[in-house]
């Protein structure tokens, strides 16, 4: 009898339709991303502290915290109509976010210095573009996840190339729609583009995943839960002091990545008042891209403890890089042509900073979820991997805010008074956070967790 090959089967089409989804909404997210703070500084008069505020603790703090809710009414009504409603919601955000400067105004008229406040408007479409986003990330990975079969780590390889390929997408759509027709016209036309494709896809082509996979994601089980469950879950994940302290100091982690959307854009425009902030930004989906494959598979025989501080390192050395231009170069402000192109000095490293970061977020990023099932309780695996992006919450709902205090310490004041910035002392305190977190991670697996083997 002669031995068949065996084949392999496809994914379904629902699974490529749920990744053509995500990629429009993030091609629609990271469209703006790279703008949003600075959007709301220079073209709406916030304050740095404010402008951060509002893009890190309240729109990253609600796309990272609700799918802890979100993803549990997801299940329960359905992945279709609760796609069709986060990109309604979505869309809606984004249109109340580029028409701000035409509408409002009109509505409230000016105040007694002329100047209007936006705050109203903006905090409506930033909670809309939180609250669609948080709903569309359990919904595409459970979509995933569902139609995976018994290669979900296949699955969730190419749904994270997606990611990555959506935000080159949205960079580079935004700089040609900025640099015609100005800032606001990404969230009013870009953003708001993809968002509307992602919205009728979902109508007209998405299906509901009728596909059920082994029910693991790397070994990992991840059972439904009610509403009172992922509430009630709460409690149980921070009544445990040790895991308390794991998000903590995974969080020291996520606060460096989460000031490339908050401080780095702000240094930027002080440092070249027409940066464009979408290229800069656009060296850490291309490093993901082109050096995603290699770098899983230089990682793949380390333990994810191991993994995950080496990220920490490569990243903290990557904000260390910005430390250097005002140390090196008197000016740090003036331009120099690389490759054609006229970019700052300060610019030039912080593409390096940048590209650094990606190369620590590949290795640390994936295996965090591993590592937190690793070391979750023994029947709790599920329970714990429903909170993996605590972290990034709560760095995004400390981190952002502190990014713009700093920028206004150490560069906005200075300058007002004339006295010398200080940049230098800026990224030390943000390398000095790094440095705090690859101390905790090595602190939790070597004196917290007892168990070694669990890693």
């Known amino acids: 009898m002669i031995d068949q090959p065996t084949v392999k089967p496809k994914f379904p089409a629902t699974f490529w339709t749920a990744n053509t989804i995500e990629l429009f909404e993030r091609a629609a997210y990271y469209s703006m991303a790279s703008f949003m703070v600075i959007y709301l500084k220079e073209s709406l008069g916030m304050s740095p502290s404010f402008a951060t505020f509002l893009n890190g603790s309240l729109l990253w703090g609600i796309i990272y915290f609700m799918p802890i809710v979100s993803g549990t009414l997801a299940d329960k009504f359905g992945f279709k ?7 309604v919601l979505i869309s809606l955000g984004y249109v109340i976010m580029g028409n701000v400067q035409r509408v409002w105004p009109g509505l409230v008229g000016k105040g007694p210095a002329g100047a209007v406040d936006f705050t109203v408007p903006v905090v409506l479409g930033i909670v809309l573009i939180g609250l669609g986003g948080s709903i569309v990330k359990p919904c595409i990975a459970g979509t995933v996840q569902k139609t995976a079969g018994t290669r979900a780590t296949l699955a969730f390889g190419i749904f994270y190339m997606v990611v990555n ?27 708001t583009a993809f968002a509307l494709i992602g919205l ?12 059920v996979s082994d029910g693991v994601k790397d070994g990992q089980k991840v059972p439904k839960r009610t509403l009172g469950q992922a509430l009630g879950g709460i409690f149980v994940v921070l009544g445990n002091l040790k895991f308390v302290f794991l998000i903590l100091v995974l969080s020291m982690f996520w606060f460096l990545y989460i000031q490339l959307y908050n401080l780095m854009p702000l240094f930027m425009r002080y440092v070249d008042p027409d940066a ?39 990243v903290t050395l990557g904000m260390l890089v910005n430390v250097l231009p005002p140390l ?48 979750a309780p023994k029947g709790q695996e599920g329970l714990y991997l429903g909170y993996q992006s605590l972290p990034i919450a709560l760095a995004s709902i400390v981190g952002g805010p502190i990014g713009g205090r700093m920028f206004e310490r150490y ?39 007892k168990d070694r083997k669990k890693a």
């Open 328 to 375: 090196l170069f008197a000016d740090a402000t003036r331009k120099v042509g690389v490759l054609g192109l006229s970019l700052p000095i300060a610019g030039i490293f912080m593409v390096v900073s940048i590209a650094s970061m990606a190369v620590g977020e590949m290795m640390a990023s994936p295996r965090v979820y591993e590592y937190i099932g690793a070391i």
């Open 411 to 449: 560069i906005a004041t200075p300058l007002k008074q004339g006295r010398p910035v200080d940049t230098v002392t800026m990224w030390l305190i943000i390398v000095g956070i790094g440095i705090g977190s690859i101390v905790g991670l090595w602190v939790y697996d070597r004196v917290v967790i």
């Open 81 to 87: 109509r609760s796609l069709s409603v986060s990109f």
């Open 200 to 211: 009728l896809i979902t109508l007209f082509i998405y299906k509901e995943p009728q596909y």
């Open 276 to 314: 464009p902030m979408e290229l800069y930004t656009l060296a850490n989906p291309v490093m993901i891209v082109c050096f995603q494959l290699l770098i899983t598979r230089l990682v793949k025989r380390w333990l994810p403890v191991k993994t995950i501080m080496l990220g920490a390192i490569v």
């Open 165 to 191: 390929i959506g935000s080159i997408t949205g960079r580079s759509v935004s700089y040609f729609i900025r640099t015609s027709l100005g800032i606001p016209a990404i969230f009013a036309y870009a953003a």
